[in-house]
């Protein structure tokens, strides 16, 4: 066999892995009895271990060195090049730090969804502080080998390619310009007729169900759309699994998140099929900058358009019936296009969203740093709030526990978010322009 | 590290990948959309892969050779043993024929579930005639290896320790007395008022949680109860999932099948704790015949008492509403206990559920011997039923097609069925008796 067939056989079997990977990640917040957890953070481990095993295989480096006889087409060369890449971070890290880490990140997910519910920051302080104690020593271990900073050597995992240094100045840009922008945006907004009611949860499974469907996400031959405690998008290969969260006094909040995990679901499923065993073919390998513009691009952009409400109304005014001046496309376009100084990410309009992803990214950057303790955050996170978007979380349930991201171990990824959602405003404006 | 402790830890590795392979298996039952099947399939052929090399180590002939240092306890002694087993069995087959057994398995499963459904054997026979080629090619394999008969090979994974010579003694015994005493049942059973009437899909869900629940299953913090095509029990490490299947007109069936398959979590579930990440800790190691003797424990013994009735009658009155001279404990007792010469085996009664696994004992091993063509089933399997139960049925979906484990692979493993109900009924005697 060639020295590329061998390694495409190779990472076959490595990207199947992952996909098995994923699908223990989604069990857990999905579909796990609570007590299946100690067993689970084993699991992963010893799968992510079996995985890196293979990324860093002896075999590989000649394999690598002899893959490229200058015939490849594009779609082969820049497989090629994932697979350079991944064994080159494999390298960098060893397989008991990754056992390590995947069991804390398990574990500390856990915590974080009653910690979160109880409203109690200091029942998952200890784990996650653990918990950043081993994203650190990663970060480290990538830093050495990738030859950059320990936040850029997370950051490289999310958003490869670019470094904090560029994301600093477009931030801080951002950072200047958007406050103001905030503030006269809500002063001068539309009137509404407002949406408070009691939306029950049956109903706005049924809604998002509805709107996935519309949208083209096809939940009879490759789609699931679940519940879990904070909306994520997951391709296992074959299909692609979307979760929402419904809070009964705010449909709206869950429809967009629909149309957010939706989007990535489309890129997931999108990649051509005949590569979807292969690094190539596997969507987050564009950086999730990429992915979350196409989230951002059906949320944020398609989903804050007068004809997607006006085509919406008459559906969701069946499914939830009650007054007819609510269920207006008017009323709903100008409910999704409403600034507000709000205190969810997810939630935010397109003007305060970056801000949400800043802090972030400022206060994740700290905590690799070793400049912010963990213990720390929560004020932190209330200063940030205030200075950035103008208002300051009365808890920390709705402060620094409503993502799951750092509580997870995804530390580097929110820069994603406000690149995505920068690139998806281009990539509309391309799409209108031409 | 003694070489006892490498081996503990080398299977408890082992012993977790398993366990991700039971998830997988599943979630492809009752979890995965239908175009997930493709990867699914290549999913579980590269993790068995991983688990095949990691069996065949070739450190283990090491360390098996000087685990035992005479001072082992005997649940170690017992784990050794077990270890020894596995890996002797995983050096009999090839890693190539594992996945393409799997592979194929996976394949017939998916397409299985609809030709039963649309009742069309021709759809489902070519994929059934590769699989049970390779599960011949497989049983060679095993039997070179093992130094026994090809369909003994097999039947060793199931009930270990027993021979088909044995099963023939005892199971040529009760076909001999079953039919006449099914027959003397038949005719002197009591009156019943008839259970006749569509029981909603939701409320037999809710009678059938009710039920886990009771039995002690505890679907709030290690149980999940879901629907599947066929209903089945699998332990995932530290969670336990069973799941059930709903027909409108007739809820015993699958309060029964819960009880079944509560049977087997119970079984998962309690075996020590600390031991579930090591061979001896599965419960599916102890063999298939004590397995189900657990399962047939709860429903043909535990749930064919009076008391069991009375308790139930009640609560289900309540879910299911309608007259209430149905729904006196010695009605459902006098149901729970009637004998028939019915179609489905897992619906069966005690007298006549041996006889269905004796056909399918006999089938399989001429489908095996190669003394029965898979075309040749369907015809096979309606001479049989006239036989042995007096009764043909009138096609296929509730004839050779009503059971999932040819169709994924599972050959030999029925006699494991009747064997446990004797054990089961021999456990009861002396659990009365003392």
């Given at each position: ?138 970060a480290d271990a990538r830093a050495a080998v990738l030859g950059m900073s320990p936040y850029d ?33 809500i002063d001068s907004q539309p009137e509404v007729v407002a949406l408070d009611g009691d939306f ?235």
């Open positions: 066999m060639q020295a590329y067939d061998q390694l495409s056989h190779h990472f076959s079997a490595i990207t199947s892995l992952r996909q098995v990977d994923s699908l223990l990640d989604w069990d857990r917040s999905v579909m796990m009895p609570p007590e299946g957890i100690t067993l689970r953070a084993r699991q992963s481990a010893v799968l992510n271990v079996k995985i890196h095993e293979m990324l860093t295989d002896a075999r590989l480096n000649d394999w690598l060195e002899k893959a490229d006889d200058g015939k490849l087409d594009p779609w082969r060369a820049a497989n090629l090049r994932l697979m350079r890449e991944q064994h080159r971070e494999a390298t960098a890290v060893s397989p008991d730090l990754i056992a390590r880490k995947m069991a804390q990140e398990a574990q500390t997910e856990m915590i974080w969804r009653r910690a979160r519910a109880e409203n109690d920051f200091a029942m998952v302080r200890p784990d996650l502080e653990k918990l950043f104690d081993l994203v650190c020593e990663y050597a997370l950051m490289a995992h999310y958003v490869p390619g670019m470094t904090s240094a560029e994301v600093d100045v477009l931030f801080d840009d951002l950072a200047q310009v958007l406050p103001d922008m905030l503030g006269r945006a029950a949860v049956e109903r706005q499974h049924q809604a998002a169900r509805l709107l996935a469907g519309k949208l083209g996400f096809d939940l009879s031959r490759w789609g699931r759309l679940d519940v879990s405690a904070h909306p994520f998008s997951m391709g296992i290969g074959g299909d692609v699994r979307i979760t929402a969260r419904y809070d009964r006094r705010d449909f709206m909040s869950s429809l967009m998140a629909v149309a957010h995990e939706a989007g990535h679901g489309f890129f997931d499923r999108h990649t051509p099929a005949s590569w979807h065993d292969q690094p190539v073919g596997v969507s987050g390998n564009m950086g999730m900058a990429i992915h979350e513009s196409q989230s951002l691009g059906v949320e944020m952009q398609m989903g804050r358009m007068r004809g997607y409400w006006e085509h919406l109304a008459p559906e969701l005014a069946k499914i939830f019936g009650g007054s007819s001046a609510v269920w207006t496309g008017e009323n709903l376009y100008r409910h999704a296009t409403r600034a507000a100084r709000s205190l969810i990410r997810f939630e935010a309009d397109e003007i305060s969203y970056p801000l949400h992803v800043i802090l972030r990214y400022r206060l994740e950057k700290h905590l690799v740093a070793g400049t912010l303790a963990v213990r720390d955050l929560p004020d932190a996170w209330r200063a940030g709030m205030q200075e950035l978007v103008g208002i300051t979380p009365p808890d920390d349930a709705v402060g620094c526990m409503q993502d799951i991201h750092w509580h997870s171990g995804a530390v580097g990824y929110f820069p994603a978010y406000a690149l995505g959602a920068v690139i998806a405003a281009q990539f509309t404006a391309a799409l209108k322009r031409d």
